[in-house]
């Protein structure tokens, strides 16, 4: 198959880009969007060119380091799909494909398709965990934990943290992936004891990194490779209003 | 009230109080709406129902300047919210698809604006007889202030009346979005209710723009029907 593309390059953060024109031939079917870029990089290579630089670790949909908007969708057109799992054959022979990066204030472009998303971190870190002391293990089943509940856990954690939600919202949000990790924990019993602390803690943190903010718009929950519902940001709010509301050192602002 | 200010500050917290704010101003709007359709019921009934609410005296400006309150700060925290996602995406797409963004939700900010100049139209309209002068400051056979007569001979204005439906549908479009949306910034949401809270919402937003463009239509169309003493 053969593609034209129009890919986004930037030399770095500071550098102005652009959208660069170019022609992706012999692609099989059968490669991955991301084996189609190396052949691209593999021929500019050849030609004596820049190859483009953009992020990929796994490359089986469960890291989260693939972070590309194809045709102004973050990781394209397959739903449920990560682009490192999205395979050609799902593309029109000859058609153009524009590929962008994750844009968004909190995800500075590190160079051409390749964005920061250290904002992530940072915010996982300042409540996204438990603290459990060693000790030895505790005995099996005894911290009973209803079906229902580990399901709703378990989807919440399934977020693999690629930032799809913030580079596909109108706002470039990040309340998705906020939300994921709030109701994570929140939905078993080993996150009870830091459960307002820790809400309180990453809604501060995600507000200092520049994220936009939530208008219901939904459109995170349509991209999510993951498929994580909103639902779990109606969950946060309600975490977050209420250990704002109640919390005796709120701790919302410092 | 210093943990008022810090809430309002961040993110979640300023949403909520756009939602609070949103839905007192929603139910306003369904109350003033189901006072006002006592035009149908006939002179007597609503030049009633106004001097009752003259009569509450105090009551009434308290009642106003509560509102106003809420509205100043619904726009305030649009504005806020607003600025600060137009900075978190300096740099826009080249080519941008949505899936579930609907017209409603994207544009939020511009129906609320319209609303706002509606709000200040209205009020200059039936509130202070500045537009349509003519029409405002008449008492009816019992003395009172003749509502009736300024809303019939108002809305047989074709301008005045389809500014007015208008100005609804925009509304309703405004609230089509932030009705459901409301409940999910509060966190009163559940998988279980979604469905239910959405068609209900949109079921009472739908009524209450129907309501609100049938006084005028009705005037402007059928105005024999509504003879004043
Ligand atoms: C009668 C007047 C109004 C009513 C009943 C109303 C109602 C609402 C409701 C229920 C919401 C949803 C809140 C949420 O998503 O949680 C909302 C959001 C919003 N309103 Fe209003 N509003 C009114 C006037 C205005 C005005 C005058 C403006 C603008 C200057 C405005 C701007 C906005 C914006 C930008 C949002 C979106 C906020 C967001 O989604 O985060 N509204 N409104
Ligand atoms: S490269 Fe790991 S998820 Fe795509």
Redesign the interface.
Known sequence: MNFTL?I?RQRNAKSK?K?VRYRATDISPDMSFLEMLDKLNADLAAAGEEPVAFDHDCREGICGTCSL?V???AHGPQRATTVCQLHMRHFKEGQEI?I?PF????FPIVRDLVVDRSAFDRITQAGGFISANTGPAPDANSLLVPKEEVSTAMSAAACIGCGACVA?C????A?LFVAAKISHLAHLPQGQPERRRRALSM??A??GE??????????C???CPKEI???F?????????RA??TTAE?E??S | MK?FW??F????????VMAVTGLLLFLFVIAHLLGNLLVFAGQDALNDYAAKLQGLGAGLWIARLGLLAIFVVHIYAAFR?TR??A????????????????FA??Q?LASGLVVLLFVIYHLLHFTLGVIDSGAFGRLDAKGRHDVYAMVVQGFQNPFLSLTYVFAMVVLGLHLW?GA??L?????????AW?TCIRRTCQTVVALVVLGNCLMPLSILFLHESFTSK
């Open positions: 129009y986004w880009g959208m908007v045709n102004g969708v524009w962008e844009r968004a204030r909190a596909a109108p706002n470039a949000s309340m809604v501060r995600m507000d520049g994220f936009g903010n939530c208008t219901n718009h939904e459109e929950e349509a991209v519902s909103v639902r940001i109606a969950e946060m709010n309600r975490d977050y209003l704002a509301l709120p919302t602002a | 943990r810090e809430i500050g961040t993110s979640i917290g300023c949403k909520a919210l600060i996602n900075l978190a995406r300096p740099e826009p797409y080249q080519k941008e698809e949505s899936i579930n963004v609907t939700s994207r939020m979005h459901p949306s409940f999910q910034t509060l966190g009163l949401k559940h998988p979604e």
